[in-house]
DNA sequence: ACAACATATTGACAATCTTCAATATAGATG
DNA sequence: CATCTATATTGAAGATTGTCAATATGTTGT
């Protein structure tokens, strides 16, 4: 074989070559990192699905009853919802009525959205 | 106050009432989940966004030099993204080329859309 | 065959996450 | 105030994840 042939090292030279280039900052893919942990749980989709139906008037019994959790765990994923700022909530007597904060999940989605399209051909 | 007035735990008493209903169902939920962990890493959404740009042409060394963690680690989360079918490679002499696969990515995409979706008022 | 390089795998460790029983807090009722 | 109910918090145990040093595997050029 000829020196100035082709060889596999040579056709991949292009390797490790020029520095590479990344549209998404550290900080950006942590943000968003962020974002998909806390919807990254079973639980937690449910729990965001029932909130969606039964916008404002979802007390946590209605929730014990939609997960296949037991009643500290539910506690516990809401508090994670709820620090993330995905929900809120309300006290009416005895009970706790939680609801989606749509601007925070708006946002939260709008940032998935904008990373995924990144992504496309 | 006269008994029939209404009370905290009256006006509460929808709670708990009837069945809540899911338009998720365990299985739905635990597969979005399950996207949203494969996509759920600063460096693993790092190495999408190279490959991203440069398509079929990223090696390694080349992701190594992206991303904040030692070659094991990148290769590690690699082998993640390609168990969960987002991306795939060739070899090409000593090198890996690692490129998206669209289709998968696509399909992963418009789940977790759906899902967001599923949760706007 | 050997030396040099690119990437993968193994194994270990630390950190984080999930779950639940037990317990605490807070409001409503008698 | 005593008690009941609804929800939150605590603490502990197990599972999962992220990282890297060390090592293995596979490829190329000598």
Not at 68 to 93: F, W
């Amino acid at each position: 074989m000829a020196s100035h042939d082709i060889t596999e090292r040579e056709r991949g030279a292009r390797c490790c070559a020029d520095g590479v280039t990344l549209s998404l900052s550290m900080a950006e893919a942590q943000q968003v990192s962020d974002d998909l942990h806390v919807l990254g749980h079973p639980v937690r989709l449910l729990i965001l699905d029932v909130l969606a139906q039964y916008a404002g008037k979802v007390c946590v019994c209605d929730l014990e009853a939609a997960v296949p959790v037991k009643q500290p765990t539910v506690s516990h994923h809401l508090r994670l919802l709820r620090e993330a700022g995905l929900v809120d909530a309300e006290r009416h007597g005895p009970w706790m009525y939680y609801f989606i904060r749509h601007e925070a999940l708006e946002a939260l989605r709008s940032r998935i959205t904008r990373m995924l399209a990144l992504f496309e051909g």
